[in-house]
């Protein structure tokens, strides 16, 4: 990335926000339900498979999870009701997991109950470090009750082989990322040769455990070796899919879709818009300055 992105990434809070809106736009799915199921049926309508995220994963009392648990629900009765192809992802932080860990167990548990009444699927998001363990733990909890219910994994983080070697009699259905939060190094890698690494070998470790594997990367090298990995593996498109961000890498989109692989589009919709964004965008600075670029062009 070059100097200009990261002044851009680091300037983004003083940017006006209608500037930042029209940026995100194109990775946001709107406000309302309605806007980011209309969303959902047009990339349904190309070959693409959905997750749908309610952004507002801050939260500062149990009133504001028990508001995205309604969320939520009204989200899975649409999806039933409007006959999309989609599941839903969770930040268990949205449900309360700094506040109250029982109290989240319990509202993640009532979604995740809906869900497999109607045929729908659950993935939980993996936040910043303070949050995996108590994630992981909830997610094992969830699984001795319901098998419709996935966890994400991050490839950064050096803890991370023996998480999943830990959850291997599970076989759990897994989103694979490489990571976005800034940790210490003591607890993550922060070569990228070593990410890329280390991403290979849990995804192949993962898929040969006989775990359904959702390849979440826009990074084409990334591609190349889950590709290869499944080729070595015999594997049938049935046993895993591609996961990448609404809006990001679309032609490399296109590109695996073509090539037969499933994809799913995660999609983030919601009144919180402008904090994920700016979150979003601070992340990853080449993206900020790619798309003010393209605006003022």
């Known amino acids: 990335m070059t100097l200009v992105d990261r ?7 003083l940017v006006p926000k209608p500037i930042v809106r029209r940026v995100a736009n194109r990775y946001i799915a709107g406000e309302t339900t309605d806007e980011a199921l209309q969303v959902v049926a047009g990339l349904n309508a190309r ?6 995220d309610i952004l507002g994963e801050h939260i500062h009392s149990l009133d504001q999870s028990r508001r995205a648990i309604d969320g939520y629900l009204n989200v899975l009765e649409e999806i039933a009701r409007r006959k999309v192809n989609s599941t839903i992802s969770i930040k268990l932080t949205q449900l309360g997991l700094k506040l109250d860990a029982g109290a989240c167990l319990e509202m993640a548990r009532q979604l995740v109950r809906r869900a497999s009444e109607l045929n729908n699927f659950v993935r939980i998001d993996m936040e910043d470090s303070s949050c995996t363990t108590d994630t992981l733990r909830i997610y094992r909890q969830l699984r001795s009750d319901f098998s419709n219910v996935g966890v994400v994994v991050q490839a950064y983080l050096r803890r991370t082989m023996d998480d999943v070697s830990s959850l291997e009699d599970l076989k759990p259905n897994y989103r694979l990322c490489k990571g976005v939060y800034v940790e210490p190094r003591a607890i993550s890698y922060r070569d990228m040769r070593v990410i890329n690494r280390n991403y290979a070998m849990l ?6 455990n006989g775990s359904y594997v959702g390849i979440a990367t826009h990074d084409e090298l990334m591609v190349w070796e889950a590709m290869r990995i499944i080729r070595e593996l015999g594997l049938p498109a049935s046993a895993y899919e591609f996961q990448m961000l609404l809006g990001v890498e679309e ?5 695996i879709r073509a090539g037969g692989h499933n994809v ?5 919709f919601g009144r919180d818009w402008y904090a994920y964004s700016v979150r979003r965008l601070r992340e990853n600075p080449r993206l900020a300055g790619y798309v003010f670029k393209a605006i003022f062009k």
Do not use: C, H, Q, S
């Open 251 to 255: 032609e490399l989109r296109d590109i």
């Open 47 to 52: 070959g693409f498979r959905a997750t749908l």
């Open 264 to 268: 799913r589009i995660y999609i983030p």
């Open 203 to 208: 995804l192949e470790k993962l898929l040969r």
């Open 7 to 13: 002044v851009i990434a680091g300037t983004l809070p």
